[in-house]
């Protein structure tokens, strides 16, 4: 696998394009990077932040100076973060101001350190959402990509299930049942107003955001049976997809929103089917296992990630749609992709965990909030 170091941005970079190195890497090998150069109030909460970050990436192995390729630093105060990146003969690869307060700043370095030595999108940066009953009842939480800075969003003293963020993390549908029914809301993270924006007649789950937000999928039985309909980006003007016997659910847009894939279970065993965002005939998806439900697509557009049951408990599955080949990668739940299109999150045991579906690598994220389920993720 190539990766090539080069200027992604001219005004994030004080080297000429032609004078960037092309590095070529493996697809087993890491970039050795040091993280020795901070100063500043925030040094260490600086250091120690970039360096998780930079791990969790899977793209590079912390060093020191003396054997690194590249080294990180800056200047980290309260409120604003002078990143750095200079190679191993001092030529600076990348020189940027971020603002922000906490781990936020820290954060968009790194991603700007991924994108700009790998060439991929990072994650550090991005927000996930999950629903616990720590309270007693479902509440939806959110948290860092790492798992820092955990805050309650809901308090309905109801059930809230099915969070789904928006890409850009801004908003966040789910269904709650304060009226008695299941309605879809719409939160808005910053300000945490939440207003009511499908409560048709019957069910009104599985909201989520097409990806440049403008419309939305989901499964309502306004009209008797479970079917898909899409929405505009408000709840409003259901358009129905699906005319089947069956029930329809847990839609996901590809990444251009011209296509959904959801789990349809007609025949008493759910199965995968794609169908055009403008309707059509719906097809099948061929996984090799009988039982499949919560498909999640990479924003690559090239993997499905989705359950399979095997033997009375679920396991992660990812699909090639290419090649058509499916591999299990451990037990777990509502597997969701990151914006690198190469770590997934999933719920199992009471945690979150990350998974490098490349290297195989586990983290936990979050663990002791209770029973933990139905992780969202924006890109």
Same mark, same amino acid.
């Given at each position: 696998?190539?990766?090539?170091?080069?200027?992604?941005?001219?005004?994030?970079?004080?080297?000429?394009?032609?004078?960037?190195?092309?590095?070529?890497?493996?697809?087993?090998?890491?970039?050795?990077?040091?993280?020795?150069?901070?100063?500043?109030?925030?040094?260490?909460?600086?250091?120690?932040?970039?360096?998780?970050?930079?791990?969790?990436?899977?793209?590079?192995?912390?060093?020191?100076?003396?054997?690194?390729?590249?080294?990180?630093?800056?200047?980290?105060?309260?409120?604003?973060?002078?990143?750095?990146?200079?190679?191993?003969?001092?030529?600076?690869?990348?020189?940027?101001?971020?603002?922000?307060?906490?781990?936020?700043?820290?954060?968009?370095?790194?991603?700007?350190?991924?994108?700009?030595?790998?060439?991929?999108?990072?994650?550090?940066?991005?927000?996930?959402?999950?629903?616990?009953?720590?309270?007693?009842?479902?509440?939806?939480?959110?948290?860092?990509?790492?798992?820092?800075?955990?805050?309650?969003?809901?308090?309905?003293?109801?059930?809230?299930?099915?969070?789904?963020?928006?890409?850009?993390?801004?908003?966040?549908?789910?269904?709650?049942?304060?009226?008695?029914?299941?309605?879809?809301?719409?939160?808005?993270?910053?300000?945490?107003?939440?207003?009511?924006?499908?409560?048709?007649?019957?069910?009104?789950?599985?909201?989520?955001?097409?990806?440049?937000?403008?419309?939305?999928?989901?499964?309502?039985?306004?009209?008797?049976?479970?079917?898909?309909?899409?929405?505009?980006?408000?709840?409003?003007?259901?358009?129905?997809?699906?005319?089947?016997?069956?029930?329809?659910?847990?839609?996901? &847009? *590809? +990444? @251009? #929103?011209?296509? $959904?894939?959801?789990?349809?279970? !007609?025949? /008493? =065993?759910? %199965?995968?089917?794609?169908?055009?965002?403008?309707?059509?005939?719906?097809?099948?998806?061929?996984?090799?296992?009988?039982?499949?439900?919560?498909?999640? &697509? *990479? +924003? @690559? #557009?090239?993997? $499905?990630?989705?359950?399979?049951? !095997?033997? /009375? =408990?679920? %396991?992660?599955?990812?699909?090639?749609?290419?090649?058509?080949?499916?591999?299990?990668?451990?037990?777990?739940?509502?597997?969701?992709?990151?914006?690198?299109?190469?770590?997934?999150?999933?719920?199992?045991?009471?945690?979150?965990?990350?998974?490098?579906?490349?290297?195989?690598?586990?983290?936990?994220?979050?663990?002791?909030?209770?029973?933990?389920?139905?992780?969202?993720?924006?890109?």
């Amino acid at each position: 696998m190539k990766l090539q170091f080069a200027a992604l941005l001219a005004s994030t970079l004080f080297v000429h394009a032609d004078e960037s190195p092309v590095i070529t890497v493996s697809k087993s090998d890491k970039l050795p990077i040091a993280i020795s150069a901070f100063s500043g109030p925030e040094q260490q909460s600086a250091e120690k932040t970039l360096r998780n970050d930079l791990v969790l990436s899977g793209y590079f192995n912390i060093v020191s100076a003396e054997k690194a390729q590249f080294i990180a630093g800056g200047i980290a105060s309260s409120d604003s973060l002078e990143g750095k990146v200079t190679d191993h003969g001092g030529k600076t690869a990348l020189a940027k101001n971020f603002q922000g307060a906490g781990k936020s700043k820290v954060h968009r370095f790194a991603d700007e350190i991924v994108e700009t030595l790998t060439g991929n999108r990072g994650i550090a940066s991005t927000r996930i959402a999950f629903v616990t009953n720590r309270s007693g009842q479902k509440e939806i939480y959110t948290a860092e990509a790492d798992g820092g800075n955990v805050v309650q969003l809901t308090h309905d003293r109801a059930i809230s299930v099915g969070p789904r963020l928006s890409s850009d993390g801004r908003r966040l549908l789910y269904t709650g049942y304060q009226s008695g029914y299941a309605d879809v809301y719409a939160i808005d993270i910053a300000s945490g107003s939440r207003e009511r924006i499908m409560k048709y007649p019957g069910t009104n789950t599985g909201a989520t955001f097409s990806p440049d937000g403008g419309r939305i999928a989901v499964t309502l039985s306004k009209d008797g049976n479970p079917e898909l309909y899409i929405t505009n980006g408000e709840g409003g003007s259901p358009r129905r997809l699906t005319h089947t016997s069956g029930v329809e659910s847990s839609p996901a &847009w *590809s +990444p @251009d #929103g011209a296509e $959904l894939i959801y789990s349809y279970d !007609e025949h /008493g =065993s759910p %199965q995968l089917y794609r169908i055009a965002a403008g309707g059509g005939e719906p097809h099948a998806i061929s996984t090799g296992h009988t039982y499949n439900t919560e498909p999640n &697509w *990479s +924003p @690559d #557009g090239k993997k $499905l990630a989705f359950n399979v049951r !095997e033997g /009375g =408990s679920f %396991q992660v599955a990812i699909h090639e749609l290419s090649g058509g080949r499916t591999r299990i990668v451990g037990e777990g739940q509502d597997p969701v992709w990151g914006a690198d299109s190469r770590h997934l999150i999933f719920a199992t045991g009471g945690a979150l965990i990350l998974l490098d579906a490349q290297t195989g690598q586990r983290t936990t994220l979050v663990s002791g909030l209770g029973k933990i389920s139905e992780p969202t993720w924006s890109r």
